[in-house]
């Protein structure tokens, strides 16, 4: 399984990106994908996620109102929609993918994400 991280890049402060994570290789049932960032110097967070089947979603507190996750079935791809970006929004976001099914909740822990992607850099100017 590859997942590839795109559409980052240099906004002002207040700007918006889209990100994609396009998934590919092995075919089976992906559960859930998620968005997780690195920033200079921080341990890596959770941003956001999306259950495959049934669309439900879960946010990290910071970036709840201001980003938007979504999944294209047809396009086996996962987005981020991120508007009103803040400099605290600078880092290295990378998509996973959770391969495990039968959960009922979303999952928003790293160690529940079996495959990660190489990231993509946003840098946020004040």
């Known amino acids: 399984v590859q997942l590839q991280a795109s559409g980052g890049g240099l906004v002002q402060a207040g700007g918006s990106l889209r990100l994609s994570c396009a998934i590919s290789?092995?075919?089976?049932?992906?559960?859930?994908v998620g968005w997780f960032r690195r920033a200079p110097g921080k341990e890596r967070e959770f941003v956001a996620a999306?259950?495959?089947?049934?669309?439900?979603?879960i946010y990290a507190d910071s970036v709840k109102g201001r980003f938007t996750i979504s999944r294209d079935n047809s396009e086996n791809t996962v987005y981020l929609e991120m508007n009103n970006l803040k400099p605290e929004d600078t880092a290295v976001y990378y998509c996973?993918?959770?391969?495990?099914?039968?959960?009922?909740?979303?999952?928003?822990?790293?160690?529940?994400?079996?495959?990660w992607g190489r990231g993509t850099l946003v840098t946020v100017s004040s």
């Open positions: 290789g092995r075919t089976f049932t992906h559960a859930a």
């Open positions: 996973a993918l959770d391969r495990t099914s039968g959960r009922n909740y979303v999952p928003a822990r790293s160690i529940e994400y079996d495959y």
């Open positions: 999306i259950k495959w089947s049934g669309g439900s979603t």
